[in-house]
């Protein structure tokens, strides 16, 4: 069977998503959501998503009784995800949920809440999870190929234009440069070291306080320590561009990847050689992984459920509490 999917947000990312799906073996779209009639029209034509599946934000909840869509694809502004994802589930079709999952670990515990009341599945649009280069990375680190792992460092960042947009409305964003692609350095140490945080530390810089507002991060630096004395140094962005590095440093080996989670293709080199997996259309193999997550219960290496992205929440916030209080925050993730 084929995993059927409405997208929600008919946006930039939505529309990439949308491309890639065109490829996929067991993904497909058969239902859209968005508040702009023209973008449902045009989408719709070009999908193949007939009228009686196209829906926008007040009558959603009437995927209830579309019997053609198994799941929503949410693909809107950060701080929309929660209310969403909750009348999805609500609405019994599974949940998969752009990064980040919501804007705090509250909203990510409900979200996780309402979708195991529903009996409905929580996905994150984690695609780095499913790209052969970083998994040949944390095959490597689990065979013991890179010995004990000692250190990692994630630098996750680019220079931020059109200061009008939503990523640097607190509202919409829930943050700034931490929640948009901060995230990305966040779940890759956890997926790199493969152990999960006992602790964060974090100072926050800001040179532009005009663009940046409050509540929306420019630049936060952040370590974490884990539970074996590993520790990672990671650094996040809105104003710095060409920055997409992991560095994964263990007693036998070393891996890096530049770029490390940019749309493709993934570069990296260990202390064997170049890495050398196919380059894939990440959102295309996200999808067909999905749909085997889905509907046949299959485990992903690198887990992409609900409870995945509520830790990167947890740190998150965690995060933005070291930077306002000064003080090292201990964590409890496990
Ligand atoms: P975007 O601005 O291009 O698209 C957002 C869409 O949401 C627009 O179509 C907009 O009309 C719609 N929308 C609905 N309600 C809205 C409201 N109240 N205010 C503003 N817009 C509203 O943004 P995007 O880049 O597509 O990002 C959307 C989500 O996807 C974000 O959560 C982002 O973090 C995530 N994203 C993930 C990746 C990835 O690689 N996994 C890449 C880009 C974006």
Known sequence: PVLRVALMGLGGYASRVAEAMQSCERAKITGLISGTPGKLEKWG??????????????????????????AVYIITPNALHHDQAIRVA??????ICEKPMAVNAKEGQ?????????????????????????????RMRQSGELGKILFFQGL????????????????????????????????GARYMVGEEPVWVTAQESKTDPAKFKDGVDETIQFQLGFPSGAVASCLSTYNMNYLDRFFLNGEKGFAELQPATG??????????????QPHVVHQTVQMD???????????PIVPVDGLE??????????????????????????
């Open 45 to 70: 034509a070009k999908y193949d998503v007939p009228e009686k599946s196209r829906y926008n934000y007040t009558n959603f909840d009437e995927i209830r009784d579309n019997p053609t869509i198994d």
């Open 90 to 95: 609500k609405a019994g079709k599974h949940v």
């Open 110 to 138: 409900e979200m996780v809440d309402a979708c195991a009341a529903a009996g409905v599945k929580l996905l994150v649009g984690y695609r780095m999870h499913f790209e052969p280069n970083t998994l040949e990375v944390v």
């Open 156 to 187: 996750s960042g680019f220079r931020i234009g059109d200061p009008n947009q939503w990523r640097l409305d607190k509202d919409l964003a829930g943050g700034g440069a931490l929640m948009d692609i901060g995230i990305y350095a966040v779940n």
């Open 263 to 276: 749309y493709g293709p993934i570069k990296g080199r260990t202390n064997k050689g170049e890495l050398t």
């Open 289 to 299: 992984e999905m749909a085997g997550i889905i509907l046949d219960g299959n485990k």
């Open 309 to 334: 992205g509520l830790k990167d929440l947890k740190i998150l916030d965690a995060i933005y509490q070291a930077c306002s209080t000064g003080n090292k925050q201990e964590l409890k993730l496990v």
